[in-house]
């Protein structure tokens, strides 16, 4: 019995190196889930081996401008001379299909879609120190020590912003950290204020 | 790594024959909680084999009545000639030990403590229907129609007042409300609100 029929939207973010990725990875391999991914929009060139729908939605610059105009994203930035944004109509048809549809973005993005989607769940996670996350971009190694430091000192300012979310997630392991984010959704589902309506419904059939 | 060391107050409540006991006998029985009962205090005489401080605190009525005034209580009713409560220093004390302190009343119980401790965490449980619930108060098999039918109306009275908890758990099966139970303490502790204060110290000590 479900009282609450629509997915969520769960919005995975925190600082660079903080390894949210890994763990949205981890959530997807758990079993008994209705998880979906959020496929990206993007004008950049497709790579040898992408299919459109599937890494990417892939459309022309003019496409993207006029949904930006629109108010078709849920969010949407520049980088590298190319657009990237999440498609407003696409998550909402999979919310309605009874999905999770998550979405790992950086935090920038994050504040973008809670202006638009106040009922999603917005997880922010956490290294266990600063340290750990200085440590966890040093141990990328393929950066200079200035680039690691910029991503340190990005990171610094993007952590200050937790206070912005509704979940503060620690990713002391990625078990943890996925068991955790599991729990936030199930109880998310079963919130008064998600659930009053098909309570409703479940009560009036109840006294037929 | 916990960021937030205080336990938490989980008020479970919902009608009469939902099944609020059995759950939360079942939450006990589940392994790495550290779920604490909360002990109610009355001025009803020990019954033979009752410890005070076991089954209950046993005071006076003069004691009692001076807890009342100095709003020592997170709840109190009176039943047949006796007062029974619940102290709101023996629950402080352990949450502050970090314990989860599992409160299960009635709805108008839960309705003070509401008024009392913003911060605990209110769980409403509700049959599958109305029909599920008759049914269960018919099969108690010890009492009369009328006393029955009463209980019943008492009940959908107060299964309008779901919409002043937190979350609504429907009780189709004791393993799956003790699960959503068990997820909501979990996300509960997540709670940025909750957390800010750990998040800080450990923001602080990870930069030294």
């Not at 610059?61 to 006029?66: D, G, L, W």
């Not at 999440?86 to 973005?105: A, C, F, H, R, S």
Request: charged fraction near 30%; proline fraction near 3%.
């Amino acid at each position: 019995m479900k009282l609450d029929e629509k997915g969520l939207l769960v919005v995975i973010s925190g600082p660079s190196g903080v390894g949210k990725g890994t763990v949205r990875n981890a959530l997807f391999q758990r079993e008994g889930h209705n998880l979906v991914y959020s496929i990206s929009m993007t004008t950049r060139k497709p790579r040898p081996g992408e299919v459109n729908g599937r890494e990417y939605y892939f459309v022309s610059q003019e496409e993207f401008e006029n949904r930006i105009k629109n108010n078709q994203f849920l969010e949407y930035a520049q980088f590298v001379g190319n657009y990237y944004g999440t498609p407003l109509d696409m998550v909402e048809q999979k919310l309605n299909e009874g999905n999770e549809v998550v979405l790992e973005i950086e935090v920038q993005g994050a504040m973008q879609v809670r202006k638009k989607m106040d009922n999603a769940v917005f997880i922010f996670i956490a290294p266990p120190t600063m340290k750990d996350l200085l440590h966890r971009l040093q141990n990328r190694g393929s950066e200079s020590n200035e680039v690691i430091q910029m991503r340190y000192e990005k990171a610094c300012r993007e952590i200050e912003l937790a206070y912005m979310y509704d979940y503060i997630v620690v990713n002391d392991t990625v078990d943890n950290a996925a068991d955790k984010i599991m729990a936030i959704i199930r109880a998310e589902h079963a919130k008064t204020i998600r659930t009053m309506s098909g309570y409703k419904k479940l009560l009036e059939e109840g006294k037929k």
